[in-house]
């Protein structure tokens, strides 16, 4: 029910917008999370957004680069990825589920992913 899309290929310093949508009819209700794998390593938690909004949390590894937000009448969260490095190369999932659920990495659902690669 979640498709993460977006990514590409983008160089070291530049900018992608990813976007997370669902066809589901109870967006609104979900708390969405963005996830990263990145090649050889474990998944990890980026960050999360509230089911209205208020409230958003990110990693100490993406803050004040990267940005999450949503627009529930369009059911689509997104995640503005800004000052891109190498090390941001991965996989990126959405996910849905209740807050503490998606920030302990167990979120109800998991979203197709889409690859970021940031070359340097």
């Known amino acids: 029910q979640l498709q993460a899309f977006g990514g590409g290929l983008v160089q070291a310093g530049g900018s992608l917008r990813l976007s997370c949508t669902t066809s589901?009819?109870?967006?609104?209700?979900?708390?969405v999370g963005w996830f990263r794998q990145a090649p050889g390593k474990a998944r990890e938690f980026v960050g999360v957004?509230?089911?209205?909004?208020?409230?958003?949390l990110h990693v100490e590894s993406v803050k004040g680069r990267f940005t999450i937000s949503r627009d529930n009448a369009k059911k689509t969260v997104y995640l503005q990825m800004n000052v891109l490095k190498p090390d941001d190369t991965a996989v990126y999932y959405c996910?849905?589920?209740?807050?503490?659920?998606?920030?302990?990495?167990?979120?109800?659902?998991w979203g197709q992913g889409t690859l970021v690669t940031v070359s340097s």
């Open positions: 589901g009819r109870t967006f609104s209700s979900k708390t």
């Open positions: 996910a849905s589920g209740r807050w503490r659920d998606v920030i302990a990495s167990r979120p109800d659902y």
């Open positions: 957004i509230s089911l209205s909004g208020g409230e958003v």
